[in-house]
């Protein structure tokens, strides 16, 4: 099993470009979701999904858009970055024992 | 006032000593109480996972939970250098909720 995977690893936007951050699991958990990190402020949930077709906001989720067509993808879109959005961003999936396995992380800055 | 409080450190300490981290929540709802480790440029990785008050120990780990004062602690026996890390405790209230994540202490062994 490779886990939790996401792509790019770093990233470097100008103000106003969208992108798409990927993020894939293949254990075959319905619970995924997307963490950015800041200096401070520790793990702040942007959005998550219980399952396939099913999406719901977290703690900051403004600028943000998730989908979740299947069950091992959980792409987050930043439809017009800003400089504010410049963080280190996870990926999360949880099966039924609770246990949550993060993957690598990916680095954005916004110029 | 945050659900999980938790002082950022940074915590630095000898060689070999023991090691005492903490965190207190705000809701007596919460049922599973997580700690997670994560070095630098790396994703979090879950170290230890319980649901009652009381101990529970995996090698030089003691999770410890006290769920009359909403008080959790980590702690960490005959450190090593290889345990500098950033440690971050984590809360949900059931299998199906969303965690709520400390925002992690700094700890460092010094050789």
């Known amino acids: 099993n490779a886990g939790v995977t996401q792509t790019p690893k770093f990233q470097v936007l100008k103000t106003g470009q969208s992108m798409t951050l990927q993020c894939a699991q293949d254990m075959n958990h319905e619970y995924m979701s997307w963490y950015r990190q800041d200096p401070g402020m520790g793990l702040r949930l942007i959005h998550y999904?219980?399952?396939?077709?099913?999406?719901d906001q977290g703690e900051v989720p403004n600028g943000y858009n998730v989908s979740r067509s299947t069950t091992e993808d959980f792409p987050l879109r930043l439809l017009s970055a800003a400089p504010s959005q410049t963080s280190v961003y996870f990926c999360?999936?949880?099966?039924?024992?609770?246990?949550?396995?993060f993957g690598p992380g990916t680095r954005l800055t916004v110029l | 006032q945050k659900e999980v409080e938790q002082d950022p450190g940074p915590l630095s300490v000898p060689e070999g000593a023991i090691v005492s981290l903490n965190c207190t929540y705000s809701?007596?709802?919460?049922?599973?109480f997580m700690w997670y480790r994560q070095y630098s440029r790396k994703g979090p990785e879950l170290l230890m996972y319980?649901?009652?008050?009381g101990n529970k120990e995996d090698g030089r780990f003691t999770a410890q939970v006290d769920k009359s004062s909403k008080y959790i602690s980590l702690f960490i026996r005959d450190s090593q250098p290889s345990d500098s890390a950033t440690y971050l405790c984590?809360?949900?209230?059931?299998?199906?909720?969303?965690?709520?994540f400390g925002s992690g202490t700094r700890l460092s062994i010094r050789p």
């Open positions: 809701n007596s709802a919460f049922q599973y």
């Open positions: 999904s219980v399952g396939a077709g099913i999406t």
């Open positions: 319980t649901y009652s008050s």
């Open positions: 999360a999936s949880r099966g039924t024992s609770d246990t949550q396995y």
């Open positions: 984590a809360i949900i209230y059931s299998s199906a909720s969303k965690i709520i």
